[in-house]
């Protein structure tokens, strides 16, 4: 089991930053890709990032790219996504999840943290 806990999450202007944390116990943090969601009220939850195991490859949603990045610490046992330049459309509940190395399906979940982008 992974237990996965997110955290910096808050309501910021548009155009402002903020930086969410994830951090994971419970077996070998670098046995696992990690990845950020959201969803937004009415909406279905989409894929915002990815890192692997190393974090030497990363991907981003074509609608986050070049303004939110991702990284992790393998000593923290932390994954990151710093967020800047955000909208209004950004506005959701921030989930990051884990995907074993040989796995093909994100096996665990954090609860989230809300994310408010005010126009």
């Known amino acids: 089991q992974v237990q996965l806990v997110e955290s910096g999450g808050g309501l910021v202007q548009a155009g402002g930053s903020l930086r969410l944390s994830c951090a994971a116990s419970?077996?070998?943090?670098?046995?696992?890709?990690m990845g950020w969601f959201r969803q937004a009220p009415g909406k279905e939850r989409e894929f915002v990032a990815r890192?692997?195991?190393?974090?030497?490859?990363?991907y981003y949603a074509d609608s986050v790219k070049g303004r939110f990045t991702i990284s992790r610490d393998n000593a923290k046992n932390t994954v990151y996504l710093q967020m800047n330049s955000l909208k209004p459309e950004d506005t959701a509940v921030y989930s990051c999840?884990?995907?074993?190395?040989?796995?093909?399906?994100?096996?665990?979940w954090g609860q989230g943290t809300q994310v408010t982008v005010s126009s």
């Open positions: 890192i692997n195991w190393s974090g030497g490859s990363t």
């Open positions: 999840a884990a995907r074993s190395i040989i796995g093909t399906m994100y096996e665990y």
């Open positions: 419970g077996r070998t943090f670098s046995n696992y890709r």
